[in-house]
């Protein structure tokens, strides 16, 4: 199914922040657009990083998607990763740091 927009994510050691910048994401995507998908791509993380995104995925089924990647490709592989799979008519990449406001 087409959606409104697709934001693209990759992920790298991010467990700490993941769930509460995607919360934060989500909320202030929910105020703009019906219908809309995150698209997290673990770039062979060495924290727990996969296991959030997968906890994502089953809290937000039908928002967020979670790719991982068999081993570190580097960011714009990683980005590449998810415009593969992404279905929006506007497509959006950002860092999973959380310095910049969604």
Not at 37 to 51: F, Q, R, T
Request: aromatic share 6%; glycine share 4%.
């Amino acid at each position: 199914m087409i959606k409104d927009l697709s934001i693209i994510i990759p992920v790298y050691n991010s467990e700490k922040i993941l769930e509460i910048f995607t919360d934060k994401l989500i909320q202030t995507l929910k105020e703009k657009y019906n219908n809309f998908e995150i698209i997290l791509i673990n770039d062979a993380s060495k924290d727990n990083s996969w296991k959030i995104v997968q906890k994502l995925c089953q809290k937000n089924k039908l928002i967020i998607k979670g790719i991982n990647l068999r081993k570190n490709v580097g960011q714009h592989n990683a980005i590449f990763a998810g415009l593969k799979n992404c279905n929006g008519k506007i497509i959006v990449t950002m860092d999973d740091d959380g310095q910049n406001l969604p």
